[in-house]
């Protein structure tokens, strides 16, 4: 799949396409974690699909994007290809990010998809740095920030929404409320009743939105975005959705009941958006069953793909991750250090 056309040319079963090609993907990588092909973290985003493809949906293909470490599906709605992201799970050279990211570090210059990023809220001052320099450089972009309810509560968070106000940079911050920070009921971790209120305090304006709901999310966006052209100001959104599975591969996700899931299963944003499109006779079942079988020979093609690319060379180990030369065996120790540090920063896994 290419990257998304104009705003005024998006077709809303193309969307549904990309939603459905998001939930195979997902499921597929779900396997091959379990398969073992798949090492470290794994993040899905099963349930959620309504969120980024309806706010990609809202903006310019030179717009940023930027995110946390459930990634998956900012880059694949962005443009990447499932092959490239396929393989950067696998940890494999042809991956989006060379195969030394992973889950939770897929980057995409090309696409102006900019992480992936593990530690929470870390990102979110990088989103307002993105912002900074669209209005430095006098355009008419627009960045788009893609957090969960676990970041509100970290002072980074805190710190970057300030700046945002302070200098009415042209941002949307978009928590994605899945009502979990991990296992942890948003209930029980946040004072607020409503997370859209912090934004109050910075003197941001603020929106709840149905992220179940695909129309409902581009909509939102598309009118914010196209304030934010007109006159830059930093804007949040609230999106309420929920996530099908655990927090990651290794959550069981006990902490909730089969009652509370099948609630939610019974408002699944493919199937809401499916039965819009069926209803306004623009879907029949025939042309879904069409896009879904798409959706899974494109995975499995990248499945393929990605178990026949090859692994990042030995002599590629350091790049990225050291100051070159740092690792010479004959290279001097920097003054005030001891032979053999390090004087680069090693890229975090954590997360």
Known sequence: MTAVQPVEQRDEVE?????????????????????????????LYIGQEAVVTGAVAAVRDDDYIITAYRDHAHALARGTSANACMAELFGKETGCSRGLGGSMHFFDKQHHMYGGHAIVAAHVPLAVGLAFAIKYRGEDRVTLCFFGDGAINQGSFHEALNLAALYKLPIVFICENNLFAMGTSVKRSTSLKQIVDRAE????????????????????????????????????????????????????????????????????????????????????????????KQAKETVMAAVKFAEESPQPPLDKLYDYTYADGAMEPDRPPARGNSAGTVRGRAVSKCG
């Open 15 to 43: 969307m549904l396409s990309l939603m459905l090609l998001i939930r195979r993907f997902e499921e597929r990588a779900s396997q091959q974690y379990q398969a073992q092909k798949i090492g470290g973290f794994c993040h």
């Open 201 to 292: 305090g910075y003197d941001i304006p603020g929106e709840i939105v149905d992220g179940m709901n695909f129309r409902e999310v581009r909509d939102e966006v598309a009118e914010i975005v196209d304030s934010i052209r007109k006159e830059s100001h930093p804007a949040f959104l609230e999106v309420r959705t929920y996530r099908y599975r655990g927090h990651s591969m290794s959550d069981p996700a006990s902490y909730r009941t089969k009652q509370e899931l099948e609630k939610y299963r019974l408002d699944d944003p493919i199937t809401r958006l499916r039965a819009q499109l069926t209803r306004e006779g623009k879907l029949t079942n025939e042309q879904f069953d069409q896009l879904d």
